[in-house]
C-alpha cells in the first residue's frame, strides 16, 4: 500500500498553462504539506496543511494554490505557468504539525516548463 | 529563522570505508535534528533522527551525533554499500516552530 501517493509523475507543459497535481496520504495523518526541489536539489517547504487549515505559506507566488479538501487530500494549482517553475514537487504527511514529526514523502512529480 | 549548512556537496568513498556528513544550524532553540535519505528517482526517506536531550543515536551502520555547544550535526555511515549511495538530507527544527528546515544535500557514491 502506498502511504503518500502524487499524480501525475511527471508533467510537461507549456509556459502561461495552467496545472494541477494531486496528492493522497492512507496514514492518517493530520499535516500534508508541499515542497519544491530545483534542479540543486535544494529542497524548500511551500505549503503546509493541518486539518485542512493553511498553516504555512512560504511567500510563494500567489499563481500556486494549494486545496485541502479533506485531511487526506492536499492539491497544488498553479497558474500561468512560467520557466522558473521547472522542479520536482514532493508531497508530504506527518502525524503532528510543526517540524518535530517525522515526515512521509510521496514519490514527486517533474514538472517541466517549456 | 533557521539555516542549516550541510558539507560535503559531494562524497565518494570506496565500498566498505566510512562516510560522515556535517551540518550547522543557527538557531540555538532548534530541538530535532533529522537525516533523510533520497534515492534516486523517490522521495526522501527519514532514516535517522536526533532530539537535543542526547548527544548520540546509533542505528545498525548510521549514528548521528549532535553538539549543541557548537551547534553541529553529524551523520556517520561505517562499512558502506553500494546502496547506501544516494542523496543525503539533515534539517533542523524548533520544538514550538512550524517547519523543518533543510539542508542542501549531499550526493554520497560508494565505489565498489
Known amino acids: 500500500d502506498t502511504a503518500v501517493s502524487q499524480t501525475p509523475k511527471y508533467l510537461v507543459t507549456q509556459m502561461g498553462n495552467d496545472k494541477s497535481i494531486k496528492c493522497e496520504q492512507n496514514?492518517?495523518?493530520?499535516?500534508m504539506y508541499w515542497y519544491k526541489q530545483d534542479s540543486k536539489k535544494f529542497l524548500k517547504i511551500m505549503f503546509s496543511?493541518?486539518?485542512?487549515?493553511?498553516?504555512i505559506n512560504e511567500t510563494v507566488p500567489n499563481r500556486f494554490s494549494p486545496k485541502s479538501p479533506d485531511k487526506a487530500h492536499l492539491n497544488l494549482h498553479i497558474n500561468s505557468l512560467e520557466l522558473g517553475d521547472s522542479a520536482v514537487y514532493f508531497c508530504?504527511?506527518?502525524?503532528?504539525?510543526?517540524?518535530?514529526?517525522?515526515?512521509?514523502f510521496g514519490p514527486g512529480t517533474r514538472l517541466t516548463v517549456l | 529563522g533557521e539555516n542549516v549548512e550541510q558539507h560535503p556537496s559531494t562524497l565518494s568513498v570506496q565500498e566498505g570505508d566510512s562516510a560522515v556528513i556535517k551540518c550547522t544550524y543557527s538557531?540555538?532553540?532548534?530541538?530535532?535534528f533529522p537525516w533523510y535519505k533520497q534515492e534516486l528517482g523517490k522521495g526522501p526517506q527519514l532514516i535517522i533522527d536526533?532530539?537535543?536531550?542526547?548527544g548520540e543515536k546509533k542505528d545498525q551502520r548510521i549514528a548521528v551525533t549532535l553538539n549543541k555547544t557548537a551547534k553541529h550535526f553529524s551523520l556517520h555511515i561505517t562499512e558502506t554499500q553500494p546502496e547506501d549511495s544516494a542523496v543525503y538530507f539533515c534539517?533542523?527544527?524548533?520544538?514550538?516552530?512550524?517547519?523543518?528546515?533543510f539542508g542542501a544535500g549531499t550526493i554520497l557514491r560508494v565505489k565498489s
Open positions: 536526533i532530539r537535543s536531550n542526547v
Open positions: 538557531d540555538s532553540a532548534s530541538n530535532y
Open positions: 508530504a504527511s506527518s502525524r503532528l504539525a510543526g517540524g518535530t514529526d517525522t515526515q512521509y
Open positions: 496543511y493541518n486539518n485542512k487549515e493553511l498553516i
Open positions: 496514514l492518517g495523518h493530520d499535516t
Open positions: 534539517a533542523a527544527a524548533l520544538e514550538y516552530g512550524n517547519k523543518l528546515v
